[in-house]
């Protein structure tokens, strides 16, 4: 898809509307699975709840859980209709642990005053007891794992799970030690390492859980871990446009966030190669002009040029390549789905 076939769904993209298929799932296929998950977080919350603050809650209580979503999906998938083996079920409340314990560390690196629209644990806290918090997250899901070990090759799972822990550190750091004045190629380059460890792992990891928490096939495990990944790619950059179009009441953020702190997201790098060096755009985000009171022209800026819609058609592609790895599985209300939610996530803002 080139720059030019994306422009119909941008023009809709800026608009705002959305469709949401993920709570729909959660009510009608997967409303057992949604039941049973909503009991076994709480069971495994239950041990911190000395601890735990309206922030944290806020945390758990609100979001799609569309990582839980995707491991019920999958472990669906080869499993079929019927309940899920308890280490599934269990595999997927640790899976939402661990995403929560990156949130609110994102939010003490970025000094977020605010998640999803209520205030952070980061402002809520501060930076202090936030980590601590967010390692109490982390600590907790990792145990969540090592209970669903029943068999050896569960271990390997407890393996990859602090494999993706760690890669998303390193997502995180490399976003960090990111120089505006690379060339646009070692930019996109550094981008899509960076989202790759920052968020994708974390799909993959999902759907990789439901496979193998049913003992599904280990060609199985990597096919779907494949689709994972690309719905996660898609995900990131459909967020990374998002900051550029969606208002504080739509998004839970100011809109441009991400050049107010000179992040390097996709459509704003290919925005600085197509404006040049000179542009204000490019100089602000070198360091050479302080944040304005008004962030609006350097957004209308970047939403103007042809890598705004460059930057969805990457995502679309990324979404349409992840369909391709599920062609290996039966035809069955869970595949679909799983396709359906791939292109909801480029065409949420539809």
Same mark, same amino acid.
């Not at 003992?215 to 998002?242: E, K, N, S, W």
């Given at each position: 898809?080139?720059?030019?076939?994306?422009?119909?769904?941008?023009?809709?993209?800026?608009?705002?509307?959305?469709?949401?298929?993920?709570?729909?799932?959660?009510?009608?296929?997967?409303?057992?699975?949604?039941?049973?998950?909503?009991?076994?977080?709480?069971?495994?919350?239950?041990?911190?709840?000395?601890?735990?603050?309206?922030?944290?809650?806020?945390?758990?209580?609100?979001?799609?859980?569309?990582?839980?979503?995707?491991?019920?999906?999958?472990?669906?998938?080869?499993?079929?209709?019927?309940?899920?083996?308890?280490?599934?079920?269990?595999?997927?409340?640790?899976?939402?642990?661990?995403?929560?314990?990156?949130?609110?560390?994102?939010?003490?690196?970025?000094?977020?005053?605010?998640?999803?629209?209520?205030?952070?644990?980061?402002?809520?806290?501060?930076?202090?007891?936030?980590?601590?918090?967010?390692?109490?997250?982390?600590?907790?899901?990792?145990?969540? =794992?090592?209970?669903?070990? *029943?068999?050896?090759?569960?271990?390997?799972?407890?393996?990859?799970?602090?494999? @993706?822990?760690?890669?998303?550190?390193?997502?995180?750091l490399d976003e960090l030690r990111v120089d505006p004045s690379w060339r646009t190629e070692v930019l996109l380059e550094r981008y899509w390492r960076t989202i790759d460890r920052k968020t994708a792992v974390l799909?993959?990891?999902?759907?990789?859980?439901?496979?193998?928490?049913?003992?599904?096939?280990?060609?199985?495990?990597?096919?779907?871990?494949?689709?994972?990944?690309?719905?996660?790619?898609? =995900?990131?950059?459909?967020?990374?446009?998002?900051?550029?179009?969606?208002?504080?009441?739509?998004?839970?953020?100011?809109?441009?966030?991400?050049?107010?702190?000179?992040?390097?997201?996709?459509?704003? @790098?290919?925005?600085?190669?197509?404006?040049?060096?000179?542009?204000?755009?490019?100089? =602000?985000?070198?360091?050479?002009?302080? @944040?304005?009171? *008004?962030?609006?022209?350097?957004?209308?800026?970047?939403?103007?040029?042809?890598?705004?819609?460059?930057?969805?058609?990457?995502?679309?592609?990324?979404?349409?390549?992840?369909?391709?790895?599920?062609?290996? =599985?039966?035809?069955?209300?869970?595949?679909?789905?799983?396709?359906?939610?791939?292109?909801?996530?480029?065409?949420?803002?539809?």
């Open positions: 898809m080139t720059a030019a076939d994306a422009a119909p769904r941008v023009t809709a993209l800026r608009s705002g509307a959305r469709e949401d298929p993920v709570s729909e799932v959660w009510r009608t296929l997967l409303s057992a699975d949604l039941d049973r998950y909503r009991t076994l977080l709480a069971e495994a919350l239950a041990p911190q709840r000395d601890y735990l603050t309206d922030a944290e809650r806020a945390l758990y209580d609100g979001g799609k859980k569309v990582r839980p979503l995707l491991l019920s999906l999958s472990a669906h998938l080869v499993h079929g209709p019927g309940e899920l083996p308890d280490k599934a079920a269990r595999g997927a409340v640790s899976l939402e642990m661990l995403h929560v314990a990156t949130l609110i560390h994102d939010d003490v690196v970025d000094e977020s005053a605010v998640r999803r629209g209520v205030p952070s644990v980061n402002a809520a806290r501060g930076p202090g007891q936030a980590i601590i918090v967010g390692d109490m997250q982390f600590v907790q899901a990792v145990r969540g =794992f090592v209970e669903c070990i *029943d068999s050896d090759r569960d271990l390997g799972l407890v393996k990859s799970v602090l494999d @993706v822990a760690y890669r998303i550190c390193c997502g995180e799909f993959a990891l999902a759907c990789e859980c439901g496979i193998a928490l049913v003992d599904g096939r280990t060609r199985d495990v990597r096919r779907i871990g494949h689709y994972g990944r690309r719905v996660g790619r898609a =995900f990131q950059v459909m967020d990374d446009l998002f900051d550029l179009t969606q208002d504080e009441s739509a998004s839970g953020k100011p809109r441009g966030v991400d050049i107010a702190r000179r992040r390097l997201s996709l459509p704003i @790098v290919y925005a600085m190669a197509e404006l040049g060096d000179d542009h204000r755009l490019s100089r =602000f985000m070198r360091g050479e002009q302080p @944040v304005p009171d *008004d962030l609006t022209p350097l957004v209308d800026d970047v939403r103007a040029t042809t890598g705004f819609a460059r930057a969805y058609a990457d995502a679309r592609r990324q979404a349409l390549d992840a369909l391709e790895y599920l062609r290996p =599985f039966p035809r069955n209300p869970y595949r679909d789905e799983l396709e359906r939610i791939a292109l909801h996530v480029v065409d949420r803002g539809r």
